[in-house]
């Protein structure tokens, strides 16, 4: 038999490439030597050297932060620094670069798999009222496996920081670095005030079905504009802006740690956890790490940078001696700094609405296997794979003597499997039965993410023990302040005039198909009382946690740093 028949036999029989012809196999065989030529010729990054006794900074955590930390501080040949990473290089996997499969990345091996205390006014519908925290453990941390969704902070907050006294931080003050770090490439926003374009942070959109123009549409009916979601005002609707690069995902591990890893100056040390930073005379001069098993002790000449994010920074300073008083004592460990770390935990919540549509625009799993959706991936660089599929968002400011936004959307163009909501939403198993058949079948749909920006509500964060492999106790505190749920409830009327809109009842969604229909049946349907249930049972994290670290000026008793 000729031998490309034989390989196309065995592609056909194993790897199910249907219609699999000889010059398909020609073209796979000219591809495959193109790629180990590129592979080949990326310079492999240096991550395994030996650790030197002491370093000018070390930086704990190569996540989103310390990436582009270790790669701005080492840019100066005089500065010796340490980048340490309690997870595994993983930035060349496909799990990484391929922008669709963000959401099955969580509990995995490069996730924390952190989950909150069980809650006492949400969550009621999850699996022990616990909300799983998922964050990426691995070079570029949440930057390797979040939604790539490019959307800055609002500029009021900046403005009202540097208000309080945080000087530097107004918005015109952060604007330049937002532009400086930033490569736009979507023509109309070339010459906006608001973008720039020569940065390592590329920028386009995730639009890659035709939902993203019904998402605008629907938004147009609803009266409200659409915008540049980074421009002069944020509120309105926008096609969502996305780091991505050549259909890849753009992480701070690629886009900066990469490019200066050969850096003589740079030593990273991955497999590396940060246990303790020692402390003399109120000075961190080191830390204590844990590499494969090993303890080992390296020494800070000039400074060490936290940047283990909201989860993980707060609990090193309290194993380091730096938190509360009363709960170090507690669990003996002597006290350098006594600080309200862990205190002034925020997050936002997301609903997950999820509707069929009778049309088939979205992304489905048999379009995600189809032979064209992987042909476009790996050839073109375009597709579905190419996006997270949050197509579309929108702002909306329902309290309106703010200047705020206080609710958001995300639309996201596909049903996740049961599988998927199983491990990343954390529904009980009798929610989970009863959406089975709406998660079960291949069938095209939607999702509106209502999301609670701007929340009253706040937890803490506190350490279970004094051992750093130890899971610390989040209490998010969701909704335990009534304002939320008033303005959550505007949040879900506007959603529903989403909902009412022509180019969604065109597409044969309406509330009236929510997969949310068959729970809160004792409650009036559409009643402000049946959606507090729906709220309060499913509303989940959309992977936000913040302030558990909160800087100002010296004079602020709620301040960290
Ligand atoms: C699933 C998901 C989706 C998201 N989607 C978006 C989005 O679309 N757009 C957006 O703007 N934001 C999104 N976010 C939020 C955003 O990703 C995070 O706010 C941001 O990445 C946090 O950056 P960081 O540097 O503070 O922490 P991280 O990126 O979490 O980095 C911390 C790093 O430190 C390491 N580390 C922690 N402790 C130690 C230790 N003791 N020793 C050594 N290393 C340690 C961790 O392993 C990690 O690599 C999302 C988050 C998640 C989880
Ligand atoms: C989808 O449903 C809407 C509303 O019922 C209807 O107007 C439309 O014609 C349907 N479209 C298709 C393709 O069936």
Request: hydrophobic share 35%; glycine share 6%.
């Amino acid at each position: 038999m000729h031998i490309l028949q034989h390989i196309s036999r065995l592609l056909t029989k194993h790897f199910q490439i249907f219609m699999m012809e000889q010059t398909s196999v020609i073209l796979f065989l000219v591809g495959g030597l193109v790629m180990a030529y590129y592979f080949m010729s990326t310079p492999e990054p240096k991550i395994e050297v030996p650790l030197k006794d002491s370093y000018d900074y070390i930086i704990v955590g190569a996540g989103s932060a310390g990436s582009v930390l270790a790669s701005r501080l080492s840019e100066d040949k005089e500065n010796s620094v340490l980048l340490v990473e309690a997870g595994p290089e993983e930035t060349d996997s496909p799990l990484v670069k391929v922008p669709i499969k963000w959401f099955s990345l969580q509990r995995t091996y490069l996730d924390w798999g952190f989950k909150t205390v069980p809650q006492k006014y949400s969550s009621f519908g999850l699996k022990n009222k616990e909300s799983a925290w998922t964050r990426g453990r691995m070079l570029g941390g949440c930057s390797s496996h979040n939604a790539m969704v490019y959307i800055r902070g609002s500029r009021h907050d900046y403005d009202e920081w540097a208000e309080q006294g945080c000087k530097g931080w107004s918005f015109k003050d952060v604007l330049p670095y937002f532009l400086k770090n930033e490569h736009i490439t979507l023509d109309q926003l070339k010459n906006s005030a608001y973008h720039s374009t020569g940065g390592s942070w590329s920028v386009k959109t995730h639009e890659v079905t035709p939902m993203a123009d019904i998402y605008m549409k629907a938004g147009e009916q609803m009266g409200y504009k659409l915008t540049d979601c980074n421009g002069v005002n944020q509120l309105g609707f926008c096609k969502t802006p996305a780091n991505t690069k050549n259909g890849q995902r753009i992480s701070t591990a690629i886009a900066y740690l990469r490019p200066a890893m050969d850096r003589p100056n740079l030593h990273v040390s991955v497999n590396s956890l940060a246990s303790k930073v020692l402390i003399k005379n109120k000075k961190a001069t080191g830390i204590e790490l844990i590499k494969n098993t090993r303890k080992v002790t390296v020494k800070a000449n000039k400074e060490v940078i936290l940047s283990g994010g909201a989860i993980n920074s707060p609990q090193l300073l309290m194993l380091s001696g730096v938190g509360p008083a009363a709960h170090l004592k507690e669990l003996g460990i002597p006290v350098h700094a006594d600080l309200p770390v862990g205190d002034n935990l925020q997050d936002h919540l997301m609903l997950v609405n999820e509707h069929s549509i009778n049309v088939s625009y979205s992304v489905t799993p048999e379009k995600i296997k189809s032979f064209w959706t992987n042909f476009q991936f790996d050839w073109l660089g375009t597709g579905i794979k190419t996006s997270s599929l949050i197509e579309g968002s929108a702002f909306f400011d329902t309290n309106k003597d703010t200047k705020y936004s206080d609710i958001q959307f995300h639309m996201y163009s596909a049903i996740p499997s049961d599988e998927l909501v199983k491990q990343n939403f954390y529904y009980d198993e009798e929610t989970r039965d009863k959406m089975k058949a709406f998660h079960g079948d291949n069938k095209y749909g939607f999702a509106v993410l209502v999301i609670l920006l701007r929340p009253l509500s706040k937890g803490t964060l506190r350490l279970k023990s004094t051992d750093p492999l130890d899971h610390p106790l989040i209490d998010a505190n969701y909704l335990s302040n009534n304002e939320d749920m008033k303005t959550y409830l505007q949040g879900v009327r506007l959603y529903e005039q989403f909902m009412d809109t022509k180019a969604i009842r065109e597409i044969g969604a309406s509330r009236e198909n929510n997969a949310f229909l068959p729970f809160c049946t004792e409650h009036k349907r559409w009643s402000d009382s049946f959606w507090e249930c729906i709220i309060r049972k499913y509303a989940l994290t959309i992977y936000h946690p913040t302030t558990t670290c909160r800087m100002g000026p010296d004079n602020d008793p709620t301040a960290v740093g």
